[in-house]
T-cell receptor, first 111, second 116 residues
Framework: GESVGLHLPTLSVQEGDNSIINCAYS??????FIWYKQESGKGPQFIID?????DKRQGQRVTVLLNKTVKHLSLQIAATQPGDSAVYFC??????????FGAGTRLFVKA | EAGVAQSPRYKIIEKRQSVAFWCNPI?????LYWYQQILGQGPKLLIQ????????DSQLPKDRFSAERLKGVDSTLKIQPAKLEDSAVYLC??????????????FGAGTRLSVL
């Protein structure tokens, strides 16, 4: 069936380093992908998105890369800060505005 | 702009009891979602409304879960009777609707349900 998964459940980085969070998806028909950040006790919050006709999109300190050949998505966070500590979800949009979330990666930022 | 409002924030009940959650989406948002998020997992869609109509309820356990959005604005999700495995955070999200190209969902803080 359709699924969106992540390679690593946890990631620990030093403050100031770059973080890379990976995600694999299985539905080749999906055309829109979103990264969400979820802090403790809060709902997920939109970070950045990308359409399948693109392979890279940049935001403020964040970059999303899409490799359709291997169905892989990654989120890069530059100069990681303590406030970046959270769980990050990739989400896959299929037809009809249905969103499938992956299991998430917990990012720990060490001071 | 006010965000998605949910209440209560926490609820503790015993198994076989009933519980209801309330959600008020962002003003003007036509599409509303209810998700179940079990600890350590990603949100799982329970039901999606477009205005007051159901778009997708394929993963809603209809023998015990029900949801309504009668006036196309706020929504309630009910569980009757609750089971231990219903312990989770119930998230509500909204989007402007399909007329907007991007399906960026805005989430409430959720209701944490503990079933004992």
């Amino acid at each position: 069936g359709e699924s969106v998964g992540l390679h690593l459940p946890t990631l620990s980085v030093q403050e100031g380093d770059n973080s890379i969070i990976n995600c694999a998806y299985s539905n080749s028909a999906s055309d829109y992908f979103i990264w969400y950040k979820q802090e403790s006790g809060k709902g997920p919050q939109f970070i950045i998105d990308i359409r399948s006709n693109m392979d890279k999109r940049q935001g403020q300190r964040v970059t999303v890369l899409l490799n359709k050949t291997v169905k892989h998505l990654s989120l890069q966070i530059a100069a990681t800060q303590p406030g970046d500590s959270a769980v990050y979800f990739c989400a896959e949009n299929t037809g009809g505005f249905k969103t499938i979330f992956g299991a998430g990666t917990r990012l720990f930022v060490k001071a | 702009e006010a965000g998605v409002a949910q209440s209560p924030r926490y609820k503790i009940i015993e198994k076989r009891q009933s519980v209801a959650f309330w959600c008020n989406p962002i003003s003007g948002h036509a599409t509303l979602y209810w998700y179940q998020q079990i600890l350590g997992q990603g949100p799982k869609l329970l039901i999606q409304f477009q205005n007051n109509g159901v778009v997708d309820d394929s993963q809603l356990p209809k023998d015990r879960f029900s949801a309504e959005r009668l006036k196309g604005v706020d929504s309630t999700l009910k569980i009757q009777p609750a089971k231990l495995e219903d312990s989770a955070v119930y998230l509500c999200a909204s989007t402007p609707g399909p007329q907007v190209a991007k399906n960026i969902q805005y989430f409430g803080a959720g209701t944490r349900l503990s079933v004992l």
